[in-house]
């Protein structure tokens, strides 16, 4: 995959009950959202270092993150995922794992044995080497809007929270999940390959719009630590 333009916004309940019927009336909904919104999970790893953490305080130019992601605790459906930030633009890798993998790898018991999968690859040679393991949970409730011109994608994350209780990642509800926003507080993310449609742009003119380098990994660390202060 090429990289890609990411644009965050910080947005508040008005603002995103403005530009919603927006959307809707220019584009589709995510053919995998069911209703208004699903609930995305995200188990983030970092080194021992926390040179993941390191490099985005410091806005180091060419960094990745590395997350599993699932949508619901009890499917098997479960993906690695490999996000690589360089400048404005990104790019994602992905592979699906079993549970059974997904088992080892956050047990730290990984084997060194290799397939196809590059990300798993990758993964497995950052936990022998730099003694990457899992730091944290960030969970929160996710809308998406896409459109086939641009290869458009623009997301609500409504209610972003972080939990450090790792072992918590397959059960019905993490435990210790600390908000990472105020309340009332949301982020609003537009993605495209190489333009944004006008028709599109447009729909996103409420006011002054607050672009941000928000990371949910690196507050969500914050806030887990005590070092993230939030208006409940």
Known sequence: MEFRVENKYLVTDADLAVIAPRLKAVMKQDIHQLG????????????????????????????????????????????????????????????????EECDLITSGRIPLVFDDRKPLNELKLQMRCAKMMPKTIVEYERTAFVHPVGNVRITFDRNIAASRFTDSFFEDRTQGLVPVLPA?????????????????????????????????????????NGELVTDR
């Open 184 to 224: 009332g507080m949301h982020v609003l993310e537009v993605k495209y390959d190489e333009f944004l449609p006008d028709i599109i742009a447009k729909q996103l003119e409420v006011g002054m719009l607050r672009q941000t380098a928000f990371s949910k990994y690196y507050l969500g660390r914050l806030a887990v």
């Open 36 to 99: 208004d919104c699903y609930t995305i999970r995200s188990l983030y790893f970092d080194d021992i270092n926390d040179n993941c953490m390191r490099e985005n305080d410091s806005g180091v130019d060419h960094r990745k993150k590395y997350r599993i992601r699932i949508y619901d605790p009890k499917s098997d459906f479960i993906r690695l995922e490999i996000k690589e930030k360089q400048r404005s633009v990104t790019k994602k890798y992905s592979c699906r794992l079993t549970r």
